[in-house]
């Protein structure tokens, strides 16, 4: 099977079967980077590595869900407002002690896995 092929499958999944796909791989599988809600696991979705370029989308929608403006999250986690929205706007090149940070702020629990 191509990686077509397994796309095509892929689409024609409910979300919430494309979820138990993705945690099912993902134990199968040692991804580098796991981040999973500690709020509400029930409702919430894991976030594997595969996924990580949807993380500035869900950071901004936890704090609009949470009403925390960019000034309030800069002071509470101690950097500036431009490295904060640097942080948003690419965490993959933040420094990960300030994501950790951030997503600790947020509720979210985040682990490495080698």
Do not use: C
Not at 70 to 92: H, N, W
């Amino acid at each position: 099977m191509n990686l077509d092929e397994i796309k095509s499958l892929l689409e024609n999944l409910t979300e919430s079967e494309k979820q138990i796909a993705i945690e099912e791989w993902a134990l199968s599988t040692q991804p580098l980077v796991k981040a999973r809600y500690a709020i509400e696991p029930d409702d919430r979705s894991t976030l594997s590595s595969l996924e990580f370029s949807r993380l500035p989308q869900l950071l901004v929608s936890e704090l609009k869900r949470q009403r925390i403006t960019y000034e309030e999250m800069a002071i509470q986690i101690g950097v500036s407002i431009s490295t904060f929205k640097r942080l948003i706007a690419e965490p993959s090149s933040a420094k990960a002690i300030n994501l950790h940070t951030l997503l600790k702020e947020l509720g979210i629990k985040v682990w490495l896995e080698k």
